[in-house]
């Protein structure tokens, strides 16, 4: 049971090139999240998507894009990789239940990102 | 500032002593409250979920809500050395699937 796919595990930027890192589940859930996790900055919330199609900017958005082509995958994309970008980056996803909400995120195993 | 907030740690507590994590928060829309545990190099894992005020027990660990002080805690009895971990509290509002997370506490129990 895979749950939560991240690829790649790891990568090294230059600043200024771009890459998008992909995220796939298969669980059927409709909630995907990709999040960045800083030393002591916690987990912040990049973009969310509530269902194929739709997306919806967190709390740092900014720097990034995202698609939601199907029900299964969930693309970030850096245009421009900065040195402020490096950082460990999670995939999740979820399935709303009562009141519209999850109440269980499954994660991925994360990319290690590096901007030089 | 962050909506939630959270001691980032380390908390260093020899085995078998009882742990307390708290978490405050600003958004008095927040209506539904989890923890979250991370192992090193790992994904995060839900341990526990509440729904709005009130106490959730689960073996060892124990969930507290305060909506009136924005406030929620975990706490771990007989903590073991495989608690070590870093714990997140994480939230959402009522009809949003958006789920925001505090900074993380740094968890080590040393036998």
């Known amino acids: 049971n895979a749950g939560v796919t991240q690829t790649p595990k790891f990568q090294v930027l230059k600043t200024g090139q771009s890459m998008t890192l992909q995220c796939a589940q298969d669980?059927?859930?409709?909630?995907m999240y990709w999040y960045r996790q800083d030393p002591g900055m916690g987990l912040r919330l990049i973009y969310y998507?509530?269902?194929?199609?739709?997306?919806d900017k967190g709390e740092v958005p900014n720097g990034y894009n995202v698609s939601r082509l199907n029900k299964r995958e969930f693309s970030l994309r850096l245009e421009s990789a900065a040195p402020s970008q490096t950082s460990v980056y999670f995939c999740a996803s979820s399935e709303p239940s009562v009141g519209r909400v999850s109440t269980e995120a499954f994660f991925g195993q994360g990319t290690r990102l590096t901007v030089v | 500032q962050k909506e939630v907030e959270q001691d980032p740690g380390p908390l260093s507590v020899p085995e078998g002593a009882i742990v307390s994590l708290n978490c405050t928060y600003s958004n008095s829309a927040f209506q539904y409250f989890m923890w979250y545990r991370q192992y090193s190099r790992k994904g995060p894992e839900l341990l526990m979920y509440?729904?709005?005020?009130g106490n959730k027990e689960d073996g060892r660990f124990t969930a507290q809500v305060d909506k009136s002080s924005k406030y929620i805690s975990l706490f771990i009895r007989d903590s073991q050395p495989s608690d070590s971990a870093t714990y997140l509290c994480?939230?959402?509002?009522?009809?949003?699937?958006?789920?925001?997370f505090g900074t993380g506490t740094r968890l080590q129990v040393f036998p």
């Open positions: 994480a939230m959402s509002a009522r009809n949003t699937d958006k789920l925001i």
């Open positions: 509440t729904y709005s005020s």
């Open positions: 998507s509530a269902s194929e199609g739709t997306t």
């Open positions: 669980m059927n859930h409709n909630s």
